[in-house]
């Protein structure tokens, strides 16, 4: 079992930065690709940046260049940079955990954090 805790969440206004963590624990080392997804009202959840074991990382195109994913040396943290933030970023933010290969569907991650949630005001 994994456990994931999310933090770093807030509001902000249009062009600020936000930076949010994800505490992982339980059985990590078995994890091979950790990202960010994201949820807005009345929308799908989708995909933000994803990180490989291997350190390779993926972003959606609407968040290239000003978004950032991370993690800590131990792998039991991740991180996402948000800089440049829109009033269309606003949505709740989630880290997710998946025992194989980073891919881009919500519906392949094995474990979930709880979500933080993320305003930008314009």
């Known amino acids: 079992q994994v456990q994931l805790v999310e933090s770093g969440g807030g509001s902000v206004q249009a062009g600020g930065s936000l930076r949010l963590s994800c505490a992982a624990f339980?059985?990590?080392?078995?994890?091979?690709?950790m990202g960010w997804f994201r949820q807005a009202p009345g929308t799908e959840r989708e995909g933000v940046a994803t990180?490989?074991?291997?350190?390779?990382?993926s972003y959606a195109d609407s968040v290239k260049g000003r978004f950032t994913i991370s993690q800590d040396n131990a792998k039991s943290t991740l991180y996402l940079q948000m800089n440049t933030l829109k009033a269309e970023d606003t949505a709740m933010y989630y880290c997710?955990?998946?025992?194989?290969?980073?891919?881009?569907?919500?519906?392949?991650?094995?474990?979930w954090g709880q979500g933080t949630q993320v305003t930008v005001s314009s």
């Open positions: 997710a955990a998946r025992y194989a290969a980073c891919r881009s569907w919500a519906d392949e991650y094995n474990y």
């Open positions: 339980g059985y990590t080392y078995s994890i091979d690709c």
């Open positions: 990180v490989n074991s291997d350190g390779s990382t």
